[in-house]
């Protein structure tokens, strides 16, 4: 027998390696994916609520402005939402003293609600109810349309920028983090504590001309990057990032049902590999489920707790996936019981007398920082 004939003989006799993987069979969900309807719903709500808040925030600080005269509004304490570093100061006060600070209380109670909100639902507050991370959901969808794609920046310069927003909270929380109960008290109550709302809401009526190149380069980002601001910069959602951390309830998919198709992937703002990792435990995941929205197959991707022991995905996630509707529903548990408290313990509202808002707001832009 010749060479060529041997090497014949012993191909026949090659028995075939049995496939070390069941082919996979693709099931296509039997009800259309509604997360991201409820998501902007959500969003919308939330933006139109925010514009509520500012809108009586500035006829409320007009009428101080104009020597307590014209349109006369009461002062709407949701616009603490936006000091969440006042939030952090009084938090830790509340921590250190047991007792509810007196100004600025509703951004401590908004502060803990978002950072409940972490522990339990992921980044939620970031996708489903911050206004500026809709705007930037805004800014990269129009990219998207407008140059069709988005940007991704390379992994080497990636990864160390997404340390900024980290660096930002350390700077804040050093800070803090040095201060006793008294100095923290003691800081809210200078002119420029009891006013910072209304400082925040000059900058933005009066904004130079640093500070408008400098947010119109973000939004330039912002548009050619996913999340810019979020992704890289926002300590807010370092903050909360961190607490994610514990949240019970992440994404998950089920190596079983999942085609690896990778459409969950690519769907992803968070550039967070979803189609090779069985639960989502990365700090930049904000729950927005556009993974789960892409994808098309049963079973296989949910925002949901960790899994049943069951032969079959659908017994698996019994009673542990939630629902858009579920997640709604958590949010806004959360959001209105710490309300709802704040109220009905008389600890919302900021209450000082009208003459210090007669005195301080018309000189508010003349007022400095006590540290500076
Ligand atoms: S993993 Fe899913 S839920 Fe998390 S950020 Fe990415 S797309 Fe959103
Ligand atoms: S979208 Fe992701 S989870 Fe769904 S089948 Fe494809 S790879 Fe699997």
Same mark, same amino acid.
């Given at each position: 027998?010749?060479?060529?004939?041997?090497?014949?003989?012993?191909?026949?006799?090659?028995?075939?390696?049995?496939? !070390?993987?069941?082919?996979?069979?693709?099931?296509?969900? #039997?009800?259309?994916?509604?997360? +991201?309807?409820?998501?902007?719903?959500?969003?919308? *709500?939330?933006?139109?609520?925010?514009? &509520?808040?500012?809108? =009586?925030?500035?006829?409320?600080?007009?009428?101080?402005?104009?020597?307590?005269?014209?349109?006369?509004?009461?002062?709407?304490?949701?616009?603490?939402?936006?000091?969440?570093?006042?939030?952090?100061?009084?938090?830790?006060?509340?921590?250190?003293?047991?007792?509810?600070?007196?100004?600025?209380?509703?951004?401590?109670?908004?502060?803990?609600?978002?950072?409940?909100?972490?522990?339990?639902?992921?980044? #939620?507050?970031?996708?489903?109810? @911050?206004?500026?991370?809709?705007?930037?959901?805004?800014? &990269?969808?129009?990219?998207?349309?407008?140059?069709?794609?988005?940007?991704?920046?390379?992994?080497?310069?990636?990864?160390?920028?997404?340390?900024?927003?980290?660096?930002?909270?350390?700077?804040?929380?050093?800070?803090?983090?040095?201060?006793?109960?008294?100095?923290?008290?003691?800081?809210?109550?200078?002119?420029?504590?009891?006013?910072?709302?209304?400082?925040?809401?000059?900058?933005?009526?009066?904004?130079?001309?640093?500070?408008?190149?400098?947010?119109?380069?973000?939004?330039?980002?912002?548009?050619?990057? =996913?999340?810019? &601001? /979020?992704?890289?910069? @926002?300590?807010?959602? #370092?903050?909360?990032?961190?607490?994610?951390?514990?949240?019970?309830?992440?994404?998950?998919?089920?190596?079983?049902?999942?085609?690896? /198709?990778?459409? @969950?992937?690519?769907?992803?703002?968070? =550039?967070?590999?979803?189609?090779?990792?069985?639960?989502?435990?990365?700090?930049? /995941?904000?729950? /927005?489920?556009?993974?789960?929205?892409?994808?098309?197959?049963?079973? !296989?991707?949910?925002?949901?707790?960790?899994?049943?022991?069951?032969?079959?995905?659908?017994?698996? &996630?019994?009673?542990? #996936?939630?629902?858009?509707?579920?997640? @709604?529903?958590?949010?806004?548990?959360?959001?209105?019981? *710490?309300?709802?408290?704040?109220?009905?313990?008389?600890?919302?509202?900021?209450?000082?007398?009208?003459? *210090?808002?007669? =005195?301080?707001?018309?000189?508010?832009? +003349?007022?400095?920082?006590?540290?500076?």
């Amino acid at each position: 027998m010749c060479a060529v004939e041997k090497q014949i003989m012993a191909a026949k006799t090659i028995q075939p390696i049995p496939s !070390a993987q069941p082919k996979k069979i693709f099931i296509r969900h #039997a009800a259309p994916d509604r997360s +991201q309807r409820a998501r902007h719903i959500v969003q919308v *709500v939330f933006l139109l609520l925010n514009a &509520w808040l500012g809108f =009586q925030f500035y006829l409320w600080t007009r009428y101080f402005e104009r020597g307590a005269s014209g349109i006369r509004v009461s002062r709407p304490p949701g616009i603490e939402g936006w000091l969440p570093i006042a939030g952090l100061m009084n938090t830790k006060y509340l921590l250190l003293t047991g007792h509810v600070p007196q100004i600025h209380p509703a951004a401590m109670f908004l502060f803990i609600g978002f950072m409940l909100m972490s522990v339990l639902l992921k980044k #939620a507050f970031c996708s489903w109810l @911050c206004p500026v991370g809709a705007f930037s959901e805004f800014l &990269w969808k129009a990219g998207r349309r407008i140059f069709g794609r988005n940007l991704r920046l390379p992994r080497w310069f990636d990864f160390p920028l997404r340390g900024l927003k980290y660096l930002l909270l350390g700077l804040f929380v050093s800070v803090i983090g040095v201060m006793s109960a008294a100095a923290l008290q003691d800081f809210m109550a200078t002119p420029y504590g009891l006013v910072a709302d209304v400082k925040m809401l000059n900058f933005f009526r009066n904004i130079g001309l640093t500070a408008a190149v400098v947010i119109g380069l973000l939004i330039l980002l912002s548009t050619l990057i =996913q999340n810019f &601001w /979020c992704r890289y910069l @926002c300590p807010y959602g #370092a903050i909360m990032g961190l607490a994610s951390l514990l949240s019970p309830v992440k994404i998950r998919r089920d190596q079983q049902a999942c085609i690896d /198709c990778g459409k @969950c992937a690519k769907a992803c703002p968070a =550039q967070i590999p979803v189609d090779k990792l069985v639960q989502i435990r990365s700090v930049e /995941c904000t729950a /927005c489920m556009e993974c789960v929205a892409a994808c098309s197959t049963q079973d !296989a991707l949910q925002f949901a707790l960790p899994p049943r022991r069951a032969d079959t995905p659908a017994d698996r &996630w019994r009673r542990r #996936a939630l629902t858009p509707l579920a997640v @709604c529903g958590v949010l806004a548990y959360i959001f209105l019981a *710490v309300v709802l408290f704040a109220r009905t313990t008389n600890h919302w509202q900021t209450n000082l007398p009208q003459s *210090v808002y007669i =005195q301080l707001i018309p000189r508010a832009n +003349q007022l400095t920082h006590p540290g500076m």
